[in-house]
C-alpha cells in the first residue's frame, strides 16, 4: 500500500468551536478541505503513529466517505488500529463508551450533533479525548494553529474498506476493527439501571412512544427499548438513520418533534414520550399533557438518581452550564451536595467528572449525562426517567408537581433569534459589554436591574479561566437574562437570550412558563435592543 504526500495549504476559518468543526457539507466536501482538518487533528496530538482511535459518525450525508479518508490518513499516519462502528455508525455517547471501555487514545467523530443533515445542510468532525470526551480548549487551540500552518497531509493510495461486515481486516499495517455500534453501549446500560423493574413498569401497561427523527439513535432505541425491555413494536418512530434526516431538523425541541409533542399535549397520549437529535447525545422528556424543560430534567434526576442501581451510592455533586436555569442548584442546596456552573459546552464537565466532583451534569440545550461517560446521553436520560417512573410508581405530571412543591419552580425559556445577520449580532453583544457598568440600578421596563457581569470561569481542577462567556443581566425579585452567540451554527449568528424566574408560591407554580416570564422577557429586550438592533420582532425558537 503507497502512502502519499499531498502539498497543501492553510485554510481559512478551520478553527474548532464548542463541540469540533462545523460547516456545510460542501465545505467538508472540497478538495483538501477534510484532509487538511484531519492531518491537523494528527498533529496536534503529536501524531497518529502507534494510536488507537475509534472512528464513527451520526451517518448524516457525506458521513460515508469521509470516514474512508480518515482511515487512509491514519494508515497512512501510522496508527496502530481503527475501531469503527459497523456501516461507520457510532452515536456520541456510543462512541465516548467505547474510548473509555478500550483505553484508546481517543475518538474521531462524524456528527454536526443536532443541525440538519443533507448535501446543502451541515457537517461537523471533533476530536475527542483519551477521556471519552471533546477535547478541551488546550487541543483545540493546537488544532487550529496545525491547521493554519499546514503544508501537505498523508493518505493512503487503496480502495475503500468494507465497513459493513463485522471484525477484523486490515489497511496496509493498521488493524481496523468493525464493530456493532449497538452491544457496547447497551451493555453499560443494563449496568446502570433496575431494567427488570422498567420491564415490569411496560409489562403493567405503561406506553412508551420514542422520536428517533430518523436519527442515530433509532437503532439504539429500538434494540434497548422493543428489544431488551419489551416495549410494542412501534414504541421507536422514526428509527432508520436517514442521511439527510428524513429532511427534517433533528433537534429534540417542541419546534422540531412538534409532532410527538403534539401528540403527547393529546387525550390519548402515552405515559411517557421522549425524542434523541441526530447524534444521540440530546433528549426531550415529556408525559402526558406535560413537557418537561431541560432544566427541569436535570434538576428531577439530580432529586431522584438514587433510584436507579447505579447511582444508588448517591451523587458526589451536580454541574449545570450558566446559561441553564438553577433549577438543579437548588436541589443540591438541599440535599447538601456540591453543584459547580460552568461555560457553555460539554468539555468544561470533563474534568469535574474525571476528578470526581460531580456525578450528573447538564445544559439546557436539552443534554444530560453522568460520570458512565463524558458526552451527554439522550437515551441514558431517557431510561433514567424510566427508571424512576418505575420506582416511584408516579406519572411525569405527578413527579413534576411534588418536585415543584419541595423545590420551588425556576420558570425558564430560551429564545433562538437563528441566522441573524452577524454584524448586527456582534453589534448588540459588544453594546451590551460596553454599558455593563452603569447597568445596576437601572430600569427595564418594570424591572430594576440588580446585576450585570459578563460570565468567566476558573476550573477548579486545572485551574484554567474562560473568559466572554455570555452576559449575564439579573433583575429585582430573582430574574434573570442571560446572552449569548451560540458556537454550534453554520452561517449568521444564533442570539440566544436564556431567561429565568423563580416562583415559591404554592399558588403559582403553574404557569404558563411565556406568561410567568413575561416580565423578564420585556426587560431583556429593553436592555439589549434586539428588536432596534437585528430587526427580529420574535424568536425562531422558543423552549
Known sequence: MEHSYVD???????????????????????????????????????GAEGKTLVVGGDGRYFNDRAIQVILRMMAANGAARAVVGQNGILSTPAASNLIRQRGTDGGLILSASHNPGGEDEDFGLKYNTPNGGP?????????????????????????????????????????????????????????????????GWIAD??????????????????AILEGRLGAPEGT????????????????????????????????????????SDGDGDRNMILGRGVYVSPSD??????????????YARGLAGVARSMPTSAAVDRVAEALGM??????????FFGNLLDAGKVTLCGEESF??????????????????????????????????ADHWRTYG?????????????????????????????SLVGSTARELVVTSADEFAYDDPVDGSRAEGQGIRIGFEGGGRAVFRLSGTGTEGATLRVYLERVETDPARLDQDPQEALAPVIAAADAVAGIRELTGRVAPDVVT
Not at 494553529?145 to 489497511?171: C, K, P
Request: negative net charge; hydrophobic residues 40%.
Open 297 to 310: 430534567s436535570l434538576a428531577v434526576l439530580a432529586a431522584n438518581a438514587t433510584q436507579a442501581p447505579g
Open 338 to 347: 456540591a453543584a459547580y456552573e460552568t461555560p457553555t459546552g460539554w468539555k
Open 205 to 222: 401497561g405503561h406506553s412508551i412512544r420514542f422520536d428517533a427523527m430518523h436519527a442515530v439513535t433509532g437503532p439504539y432505541a429500538r
Open 8 to 46: 497543501s495549504r492553510p485554510i481559512a476559518g478551520q478553527k474548532p468551536g464548542t463541540s469540533g468543526l462545523r460547516k456545510k457539507t460542501k465545505v467538508f466536501m472540497q478538495a483538501h478541505y477534510l484532509e487538511n482538518y484531519v492531518q491537523a487533528i494528527f498533529d496536534a496530538i503529536g
Open 409 to 437: 419552580r425556576n420558570y425558564y425559556s430560551r429564545h433562538d433569534y437563528e441566522a441573524v445577520e452577524t454584524e448586527a449580532a456582534n453589534g448588540l453583544m459588544a453594546g451590551l459589554r460596553g454599558k455593563l457598568d
Open 236 to 275: 421507536v418512530v422514526n428509527g432508520t438513520p436517514s442521511p439527510d434526516f428524513g429532511g427534517g431538523h433533528p433537534d429534540p425541541n417542541p419546534t422540531w418533534a412538534k409532532t410527538l409533542y403534539d401528540e403527547m399535549m393529546g387525550r390519548d397520549a402515552p405515559d411517557f414520550g421522549a425524542a
Open 367 to 400: 443534554g444530560t449525562g453522568s460520570d458512565h461517560l463524558r458526552e451527554k446521553d439522550g437515551l441514558w436520560a431517557v431510561l433514567l426517567w424510566l427508571n424512576i417512573l418505575a420506582a416511584t410508581g408516579k406519572s411525569v405530571a405527578e413527579l413534576m
Open 135 to 199: 477535547a478541551p480548549e488546550a487541543v483545540t487551540d493546537r488544532i487550529f494553529v496545525a491547521s493554519q500552518a499546514m503544508v501537505r497531509y498523508r493518505i493512503a493510495e487503496t480502495q475503500d474498506i468494507d465497513l459493513s461486515a463485522i471484525g477484523e481486516t486490515t489497511l496496509g499495517d493498521m488493524a481496523v476493527e468493525i464493530v456493532d455500534p449497538v452491544v457496547d453501549y447497551a451493555a453499560l446500560m443494563e449496568r446502570l439501571f433496575d431494567m427488570d423493574a422498567i420491564r
